[in-house]
């Protein structure tokens, strides 16, 4: 038994449960929390645990509610919706609807391992999300176990609905602070259309992020994912992409718009990459050949993992200050003395600077820690978030008040009030674990 809670206490990013709920229907979600509520327990909803900003780590005398084993998936063509349970892995949403043509468009690099429960809580985006939009944007409608145990559904099939205040929103990116999702609608949208990759190299990780802001400016790719020297060497490491080693900086663009305007994106995209002192800009058409290059870029975070102990970041800036994002983290990187390897949804400026460290070297710990903050001060200096789509967990909760302000963080302390007055849900991410 202890080892049982112990596969449960944490998340990819740490307390001991009590117990382990693990849940099949809703109505066992309800049951839990309403004991959790009668008794004053803190309860912890968590998914697939592969979370990096410890939004599901249990709570020392918690109990956590497991949602894994509730994964039911179904695709209602004529509506163009799926209806799933949040334990169900995104992929398995993702192939559901392709038996129908249908397509749900958010994409985690942990796409095969993340569950939309999680997706939801966290409103996760992913390397499609520059042209089609983080989780939200899919969600139609939800059931919620409130802190009392109260189950509500909000929203439907429909595409439109203003009745009442949008509550839904409201649920999607709350990190399970205010209620536990046991359902949810999805849109769907047509397959993908098959189209064009092109992967350029540059000298550097500045002149790859002003290729993308010159990108932004005139056209809108499918996918503008970028990868700097040390990411693209950690991946061949770990296992051969054919990635070019050499390259400073590596720029994956994709256009997925049919016929002739496909050409004409990609075109675009190799006369700003060339504007910009691209070395080499390399064009295919071959589903197989960009799935691998595709690839290098998703399992970046596994081969960083491989190098030592990392710490994973999650910063956004509006995308035409992304070259002062990029020089700013290589500066934080020297003067802390720590390497900081940089991935990037680059086209909405959604990066992920990866700090990697020697746990066994008290400076490497300190040079670690101290980059984590000034890399979230830095993005807040420059109008941008300290998550774009982790969340903020309890690993970045003492730097959300520096971004958002005492305003915003005194109506979110109402709002968690209103909702959970007895503070019991997910006690510790986003805000304070008690709410003195």
């Excluded at 769907?188 to 992020?209: D, E, H």
Aim: proline share 5%.
């Amino acid at each position: 038994m202890e080892k049982y809670r112990e596969d449960f206490a944490r998340d990819g990013s740490a307390g001991m449960p009590v117990a382990v709920v693990r849940a099949e229907h809703a109505d066992q979600v309800q049951v839990a929390v309403r004991w959790a509520a009668e008794h004053r327990v803190p309860v912890v909803p968590r998914g697939a645990g592969s979370g990096l900003s410890g939004g599901s780590s249990a709570v020392d005398g918690g109990i956590t509610i497991s949602l894994d084993r509730m994964r039911a998936v179904e695709v209602d063509p004529a509506s163009q919706v799926a209806i799933v349970e949040p334990g169900a892995f995104n992929v398995e949403v993702k192939r559901a609807a392709a038996e129908h043509g249908l397509w749900y468009p958010p994409d985690p690099s942990s796409f095969e391992i993340c569950s939309i429960g999680g997706n939801l809580a966290t409103n996760a985006g992913g390397l499609c999300c520059v042209k089609y939009g983080v989780t939200t944007d899919y969600v139609l409608g939800m059931d919620v176990v409130l802190a009392d145990g109260t189950l509500v559904r909000l929203g439907g099939k429909q595409i439109k609905d203003v009745a009442g205040l949008s509550l839904l929103k409201l649920f999607v990116g709350s990190e399970g602070t205010l209620g536990i999702i046991t359902r949810a609608v999805l849109r769907l949208i047509p397959a993908q259309v098959a189209g064009a990759t092109l992967v350029s190299t540059f000298p550097t990780m500045t002149a790859a992020s002003h290729a993308v802001v010159a990108i932004r400016g005139k056209v809108r790719a499918s996918m503008l994912e970028l990868m700097d020297n040390t990411s693209i060497n950690a991946v061949e490491d770990w296992r051969s992409h054919g990635l070019d080693r050499s390259a400073g900086a590596l720029l994956i663009a994709q256009s997925d718009a049919p016929g002739d305007a496909c050409s004409a994106e990609i075109a675009i995209v190799r006369d700003c990459c060339e504007a910009a002192g691209a070395d080499e800009v390399f064009t295919t058409t071959d589903p197989e050949e960009a799935a691998l290059l595709v690839a290098g870029r998703r399992n970046t975070f596994h081969a960083l993992e491989a190098r030592g102990t990392v710490l994973f970041e999650d910063v956004g800036v509006p995308v035409p200050t992304l070259p002062a994002l990029v020089d700013g983290i290589a500066e934080i990187a020297r003067e802390c003395g720590v390497e900081i390897a940089l991935v990037a949804h680059a086209g909405d400026g959604n990066t992920h600077p990866v700090v990697v460290y020697d746990a066994a070297d008290a400076a490497s710990v300190a040079g670690a820690r101290t980059a984590f903050d000034e890399v979230m001060a830095l993005a807040i200096r420059l109008g941008g978030t300290i998550t774009g789509e982790h969340g903020v967990g309890r690993a970045k909760r003492a730097a959300l008040p520096d971004q958002v302000g005492p305003d915003v963080m005194a109506l979110t302390r109402r709002i968690k009030a209103a909702l959970d007055p007895d503070w019991i849900l997910n006690p510790g991410a986003i805000l304070p674990p008690t709410p003195s």
